[in-house]
């Protein structure tokens, strides 16, 4: 268990005080509302960091929230589920702009991502419209999202994607992907099982190595079959 009474009483005065302090209009945050929406969220941060590798997260204490990375996750599904579940767009709001001045990640609350992701020092990162799988990882300097027309990105299985990639518009990209430093990936289908590199429109895929999600330095627990 990631979140106990403890943790959540502890989360709930720490961040309802920090978002008072960073945006003080007078409609404050209470901790009672925080503390609903942290248990409204429970099952959605166990179930993302559950599957992170022993040897990322040796103290699986939540209220560690210092380590910065894990942060942005629980900040980024607490502005998520206070809009889908608690209907409070006022805090979702609060919640993705503490996000961004704090990590610099611009992801909103209306983004779907999806139940296991991991984002990995993420500043700088935008994550817009698409249609994500499960295992998920970004770096920093990224891009996700539209172009033009409102059709967006679909991943269809473990993706990591690199330090300053993109991926953008009607691009499909495959199951067990990685792609490379750099890369922008536009109106393009990447097929399974490839590294990707190169720009566009000249993309090279080369076949992978194992499977992403086994990739160091962070990697998954458990089955990757089951991805």
Excluded: W
């Excluded at 248990?39 to 166990?46: G, T, V």
């Excluded at 209306?110 to 998920?136: D, M, Q, W």
């Excluded at 027309?149 to 009607?170: D, Q």
């Amino acid at each position: 268990m990631f979140i106990d009474e403890k943790n959540v009483e502890f989360l709930a005065e720490y961040i309802s005080r920090q978002i008072n302090n960073i945006i003080p209009d007078p409609d404050s945050v209470s901790k009672k509302s925080m503390a609903e929406v942290l248990i409204e969220s429970r099952f959605d941060i166990e179930e993302c960091f559950s599957h992170y590798s022993k040897l990322v997260i040796v103290d699986q204490k939540l209220d560690n929230v210092l380590h910065t990375d894990r942060y942005a996750a629980i900040l980024y599904m607490l502005s998520k589920n206070s809009n889908k579940i608690a209907n409070n767009v006022k805090l979702a709001t609060k919640l993705y702009c503490i996000n961004k001045y704090l990590h610099s990640i611009d992801v909103h609350f209306t983004s779907e991502l999806p139940r296991i992701f991991r984002l990995v020092h993420p500043v700088g990162t935008v994550i817009g419209r698409a249609k994500f799988s499960n295992y998920f990882t970004i770096y920093q300097g990224c891009t996700v999202g539209v172009v033009s027309e409102r059709v967006f990105p679909v991943f269809h299985g473990p993706v990591t994607m690199y330090a300053n990639t993109k991926v953008l518009g009607r691009s499909t990209v495959g199951s067990n992907v990685l792609i490379s430093q750099g890369v922008t990936v536009i109106d393009t289908d990447i097929p399974d099982n490839v590294v990707v590199s190169g720009q566009y429109p000249n993309y090279t895929f080369k076949a992978m190595n194992g499977h992403v999600l086994e990739k160091p330095p962070y990697r998954y627990r458990g089955d990757v079959s089951e991805s």
